[in-house]
């Protein structure tokens, strides 16, 4: 295995190929099997840790399997909540015994967590030793909190449930939630963003102070359509005006809010679906920052299977939906991230319909300037000129400046920024940073002492840790000033608090702030 590692560092292997041929030749020479990545990237490290082999992150980063795992700056941990009931009647959602309300006992996550029988601590272990053994570098988590409507779980279910991941991801339990959140900020997996799935009309100025305690960033709202005629026959229990207030608050707030959206409702048509989507990005009471598009999946164990059966309910054909979804992807701005086309529920669950087709964004290819669609991925170049870009849009009664290090025309997104300014029609002016993100292959941040191979801190192969969030900060404490307001928050995840402190920044209340000055 050393051979095969010395001959992608003399050779400089770049591509998966060149790996491919090297392994084929030395396996061949050797008449042995062609060892597998995982075992190649743990020899690696040994090397590198005995000071035999000089660290080379483009090997490293070849040995990565499945390296889109990493390639958006972090890695995402989903985590189950334990079967609970649901207020909601919604007739598209299945009910199954041993699972949260909405979820299916064969879904990969839900497998994982009855594996675990619900223990957010062994959920997030088991995650992180599966991303750890595929070389996934685990320093800079997203914790993504899945199953039912979070804010119908009772509060010390969910603040046990939070503290849990939080010592997990700590490796060692502490006495309450604060004391885990402030292990968590000099912690080897640190928690930078955290989100759970609610509904529109379960958020309150309270539930987001709530939130906020259990260090909460981003809020995914169940809206599926912002139409009350179509939000009625579903029996969603909530209608439009419950999304409109939800989405200003969690923004006002500093929360990231995504929108799960159902195309394919019962009442609904592609041309009706093609419209709303279009509101959503023309009408300033919504502009969600991000989308989770799950066309209606009809499956047995939901009421809404009768209604198939009895002639009430037709899903599109294929051809309708792969149309209605480029139509979509084509009227989404460069502010906001596709974060998943379909679920991930198997299709032989799925009785009828293309929403069986699990690959649907594979096949929908082109017409996105979507954030995802322009991430720099694993094809960063350090000699590239980059330029600093700056959006501005309405929304939710105050104004997003959506900021960005971009190449030159505007196919590679490396860095953003997004700034929320109010200063008319609220109680009273601010100026927030709802994120801060830069992408590319996510890197280690531990100090260099802490642990071998130390290279990870920067890398030639990633733009992060090279000063672009730094930048974009500057530029947003520059432009809030310009606007009248002498003070900037930052939402914050727990695990970033560390780098905001170093530029000056506080912690108050459970936001990073700054007082600016000219
Ligand atoms: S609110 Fe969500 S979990 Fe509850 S019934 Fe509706 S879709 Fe299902
Ligand atoms: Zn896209």
Redesign the pocket.
């Known amino acids: 295995m050393e051979t095969i590692i010395r001959e992608l560092i003399n050779d400089a292997g770049k591509s998966g190929a060149d790996l491919s041929m090297v392994k084929r030749r030395v396996a061949k020479k050797y008449k042995a099997p062609c060892p597998t990545n995982i075992s190649l990237l743990r020899t690696y490290h040994k090397l590198v840790e005995n000071k035999t082999l000089q660290a080379s992150p483009l090997v490293k980063n070849l040995l990565i399997t499945r390296p889109v795992r990493s390639l958006s700056g972090i890695v995402n941990i989903s985590v189950l909540t334990k079967p609970y009931p ?5 007739i ?2 299945p009910s199954q015994k041993g699972s ?3 979820y299916l006992n064969n879904e990969p996550a839900v497998m994982r967590a009855i594996l675990n029988k619900y223990d957010p601590y062994d959920q997030v272990k088991m995650r992180l030793r599966a991303l750890e053994m595929t070389g996934h570098p685990t320093d800079k988590i997203e914790l993504r909190i899945i199953g ?2 979070w804010s119908f779980y009772p509060k010390n279910y969910q603040t046990w449930f939070v503290k849990r991941c939080f010592d997990a991801c700590n490796a060692r339990g502490r006495s309450d939630i604060s004391k885990a959140q402030k292990c968590n900020e000099t912690a080897r997996h640190r928690i930078v963003g955290l989100s759970i799935e609610t ?1 529109p009309d379960f958020i309150t100025e309270k539930e987001i102070q709530r939130l906020r305690e259990l260090g909460a960033t981003m809020a995914e709202l ?1 809206v ?1 359509s912002i139409y009350d005629d179509a939000l009625k026959l579903i029996k ?2 909530h209608g439009r005006n419950e999304t409109i207030r939800a989405t200003k608050l969690l923004k006002d707030a500093g929360f990231k809010v995504c929108y799960q959206m159902m195309p394919n409702l019962p009442g609904a048509n592609t041309l009706r679906d093609k419209k709303m989507f279009r509101e959503l990005f023309s009408n300033g009471d919504f502009q969600p920052d991000m989308l989770k598009i799950y066309p209606c999946a009809l499956l047995k164990e939901a009421p809404l299977y009768r209604w198939w059966k009895n002639k009430k309910y037709k899903p599109y054909t294929k051809h309708q939906l792969i149309a209605l979804v480029k139509a979509i992807k084509k009227s989404v701005p460069p502010y906001v991230r596709i974060q998943r086309i379909t679920r991930d529920i198997p299709s032989q669950s799925i009785i009828a319909g293309p929403a069986k087709l699990s690959n649907l964004r594979q096949m929908i290819t082109g017409h996105c300037k979507c954030i995802r669609c322009r991430e720099v991925k694993g094809d960063y170049n350090a000699k590239e000129k980059l330029f600093l870009f700056r959006r501005d849009y309405q929304a939710s009664g105050g104004k997003e400046i959506f900021l960005t290090f971009e190449n030159k025309n505007q196919s590679k997104l490396y860095s953003l920024l997004r700034l929320r300014v109010c200063v008319e029609n609220g109680s009273r002016p601010f100026a927030m940073i709802r994120e801060v993100h830069t992408f590319g292959q996510s890197l280690e941040v531990r100090p260099l002492k802490a642990r071998l191979p130390a290279e990870g801190r920067t890398s030639p192969a990633s733009p992060q840790h090279k000063g672009l969030g730094k930048k974009l900060l500057q530029e947003a404490e520059k432009i809030s000033l310009l606007s009248g307001v002498n003070k900037i928050e930052i939402i914050s995840g727990v695990g970033v608090r560390g780098y905001y402190r170093k530029l000056g920044y506080k912690l108050e209340k459970t936001y990073m702030t700054k007082f600016l000055s000219a």
Not at 86 to 90: D, F, R, S
Request: proline share 12%; hydrophobic share 0%.
């Open positions: 649901c207020p909601g009647k919604c598209y959602c949260p309300k909405s039912g409507t509904r169940g599926q969603r229990g």
